[in-house]
């Protein structure tokens, strides 16, 4: 199948409105969530409060990451020093029992203090994608202009509601300034 342009829907990355402002980008994007649209994404030169739930992102998954890191981390550091205490290295200092569990608290909270925040960084590096040296929307020459002051709103193929021609029409009646396609 191909639209009007006689891009194919496989040649096609999505399709990418161009809006003048953050009210009319956020109006979008909550009429394409409404509508029934799930795959899109949102570019904008600096973060807009709102524009998060309007793409449908109600969960952050970097807070779960940074816990299980935490807990990784302490669970890890705690069972390397009763390993390396008892097992590997066993000294009996003065009469003290091998397994001394208050003295390993200190390295225990700071090895959960590492886990959790390079669990954080790589979660948050993971989940956003990144790093992405090359993107579909790299292609599009009005792009150069969304970290200057414009706002995007990518409609992408993959989208199970995806038809050129009535994606094209529904962000027509968005008013953008200008839709433009996304080629891969």
């Avoid at 570019?43 to 739930?53: A, I, Q, R, S």
């Avoid at 940074?66 to 390397?80: D, N, R, Y």
Wanted: hydrophobic share 45%; net charge negative; aromatic share 16%.
């Amino acid at each position: 199948m191909s639209d009007e342009r006689g891009v194919e829907n496989h040649d096609v990355y999505g399709l990418m409105a161009e809006f003048d402002g953050v009210a009319h980008l956020i109006e979008a994007t909550q009429s394409a969530y409404d509508h029934g649209f799930r795959l899109m994404e949102a570019y904008t030169p600096f973060p807009v409060e709102g524009l998060d739930l309007a793409l449908g992102y109600y969960r952050n998954k970097v807070p779960r990451t940074v816990f299980a890191g935490a807990v990784l981390g302490g669970v890890g550091g705690f069972l390397l020093q009763c390993w390396s205490a008892i097992w590997y290295y066993p000294h009996n200092i003065a009469g003290k029992p091998l397994y001394s569990w208050p003295a390993f608290i200190p390295i225990t909270f700071e090895m959960a203090v590492l886990g959790g925040a390079l669990s954080a960084v790589f979660g948050m590096l993971y989940f956003n994608g990144l790093p992405r040296l090359y993107h579909p929307v790299f292609n599009v020459p009005e792009f150069v202009q969304a970290s200057n002051d414009r706002f995007f709103l990518c409609i992408q193929s993959r989208d199970p509601l995806f038809d050129p021609k009535e994606t094209l029409s529904f962000l027509e009646s968005r008013g953008p300034r200008v839709i433009s396609v996304v080629p891969y």
